[in-house]
């Protein structure tokens, strides 16, 4: 199995690079990497817990062993493998009471079960909240580039907002906001967001697994673990005291009991003309204590630097950490493994490391940079964003690898949304060179664009572009590619069953790193300027740096 692994990976990364016989990418490596980091030793890869020391010293020796160099913080003046990461930890500690109340009821809501309230990140050691006045306001978007206010007049200072998942015309299809495709406008950190530029007591995202591209069960993990944030100077200006999502059905009902139905809402919802309603006799309540503390998380720098431009940077980036020790499912098992998302993605970069530090010196720099708080809200890359080691202005461009699949080899390949850049072109021609055809995401409507660890360096203007396994497998085709992603995202992602197995076929992870390898090799060696394409609302901000790539 393994020569004949090797073999096949060998002959892609010929077919890749004819003129120059690049370093192979190894899926058996890989596999080892995931091996490790997503086993129940490392509980998760937690930040801030055991967890992460242990899981920052595996990839610091690994990358030291490939080759490369520390391109972290500066200390002593030296260059340190890691840099520093502050940031603020949220933990409910205790019970959460949640109750609503309406005419003749008092219905209580179960924590994780109908509700899934998160730690306040607002500063608070204690929220309690006693008959808050409930507002539907639509999808919570306030657009006025679009004609669009789900908010119109109402003023819900000292009120719970409850707001539908994903964008005004996600079902039609069509409309102001992209179709099918998601904008920012549709994804829950903006809802959150805008609650607070409202002045909202909370914010209750009502979940129903189609327009939120995942079930309860990765609500309920997800947002009633420990919650991370970065150092803000007021967190109460960015976080209501309440954010947290809800059953489909108590929507229903709770609209019910004030007089109001919910698919009637829900469509008018779709439309401009749609008016916030307060739910008259019906309110919410709840209490519960937070654990609120500083702690330090670190970002993992690496690099081999240009031999020409060394102040010229290609970034690879993908994130560490997963979700820890949490609630067990139902076999009991309590440790999240996260090993396709996000093992399969580190062992793939410190691969791809590998091949540029055992290859000739690239002309620019390549830079590896191994996130940590990815699944808190991206804070790890945010945080480098803002306080970047290596001027962005110089960052030629960022790739990112999050959860490649296992499923194995791919006649197809995309990227998560629609990068609108060179970048994603230059990637489809490397793919053509594979043999491979790009297909766009298939599913734009889940947001993946906005949910990834590129996504900070997109804000700030550097095009990046967040890589995608295929589906249309080498055996099985699009039906057994298909399968396979249903099957992780209803019954794996975010839950303790993404384990690594010995079913995983490492050929099609060794076929996309390969790829990715390729095309940074391509831009480490050329004096190439990826440009966001005409329209696209982040080429203001790389335009803004311009005269530092003359």
């Known amino acids: 199995m393994k020569k004949l692994l090797f073999a096949a ?13 690049a370093p192979s990418i190894s899926g058996e490596r890989i596999g080892q990497h995931v091996e490790v980091l997503a086993s129940d030793a490392f509980e998760g890869r937690a930040p801030a817990t055991p967890a992460e020391a242990k899981t920052i010293a595996y990839m610091v020796e690994q990358l030291k062993a490939a080759g490369l160099s520390p391109a972290g913080d500066i200390k002593d ?8 990461v502050p940031l603020a930890r949220f933990e409910i500690k205790g019970p959460v009471e949640a109750t609503i109340l309406a005419p003749g009821a008092a219905i209580t809501l179960r924590q994780g079960e109908e509700i899934a309230i998160r730690a306040a990140a607002n500063g608070a050691d204690r929220v309690d909240i006693d008959n808050a006045p409930i507002v539907f306001a639509g999808y919570g978007v306030v657009a006025p580039e679009r004609d669009w206010d789900d908010f119109k007049d109402m003023d819900v200072k000292g009120k719970v907002v ?11 299809g069509e409309g102001d906001f992209g179709g099918k495709a998601m904008t920012y406008y549709g994804r829950w950190t903006y809802k959150y967001e805008e609650a607070a530029r409202q002045g909202a007591l909370g914010l209750l995202v009502v979940h129903e697994s189609e327009p939120a591209s995942y079930g309860w069960a990765t609500v309920k993990n997800s947002n009633t673990n420990e919650i991370f944030d970065i150092i803000r100077a007021e967190p109460a200006k960015a976080h209501v005291p309440v954010e947290g999502w809800i059953q489909r059905d108590v929507a229903v009902d709770l609209l019910a009991r004030a007089g109001l139905d919910f698919e009637a809402l829900k469509a008018e919802a779709q439309t401009r003309d749609f008016q916030p309603r307060l739910l008259e006799g019906v309110s919410f309540s709840t209490a ?3 654990d609120a503390r500083q702690i330090i ?3 993992v720098v690496a690099e081999e630097p240009g031999s020409e431009w060394p102040d010229e940077r290609i970034l690879y980036t993908s994130h ?4 820890g020790v949490g609630a067990p499912d139902a076999s009991g098992d309590t440790i999240y493994n996260g090993a396709v998302d996000n ?6 970069v410190i691969e791809i490391a590998r091949a540029f530090a055992q290859g000739p010196a690239p002309k620019r720099s390549v830079g590896f940079l191994l996130v940590t708080a990815e699944e808190k809200g991206l804070l790890g890359s945010e945080y480098y964003a803002a306080n970047p080691l290596y001027p962005l202005e110089t960052t030629v461009a960022v790739l990112n690898l999050d959860a490649p699949s296992p499923a194995g080899p791919a006649k197809d390949f995309s990227a998560a949304g629609d990068a609108a850049s060179q970048l994603q072109d230059m990637l489809i021609a490397k793919g053509e060179a594979q043999g491979r055809t790009f297909k766009p995401d298939p599913r734009p409507e889940a947001g993946s664009f906005f949910r990834s660890e590129h996504f900070p360096f997109v804000r700030a203007g550097v095009p990046a572009i967040s890589f995608r396994s295929g589906q249309d497998l080498v055996e099985g085709g699009l039906e057994a590619g298909q399968a396979w992603s249903r099957d992780y995202t209803a019954e794996q992602y975010h839950q303790p069953a993404d384990e690594y197995g010995p079913d995983w076929n490492l050929e099609g992870m060794a076929q996309d790193a390969d790829m990715l390898f390729q095309l940074g090799l391509d831009l480490a060696n050329s004096r190439d300027w990826p440009e966001w394409k005409a329209g696209s609302e982040f080429k203001a901000a790389r335009d803004a740096t311009a005269a530092a790539r003359k």
């Open 77 to 84: 003046g030296q260059r340190l493998w890691t840099q520093d």
């Open 343 to 348: 093992a399969a993605g580190i062992g793939a």
């Open 320 to 323: 560490w950490d997963h979700l």
């Open 9 to 21: 990976v060998a002959s892609v990364a010929l077919i890749a690079a004819p003129a120059l016989a």
């Open 162 to 172: 409850v707001v539908l998942v994903n964008d005004p015309d996600y079902e039609a």
């Open 297 to 299: 998380s670190q970002n």
């Open 288 to 290: 519960f204590e937070v």
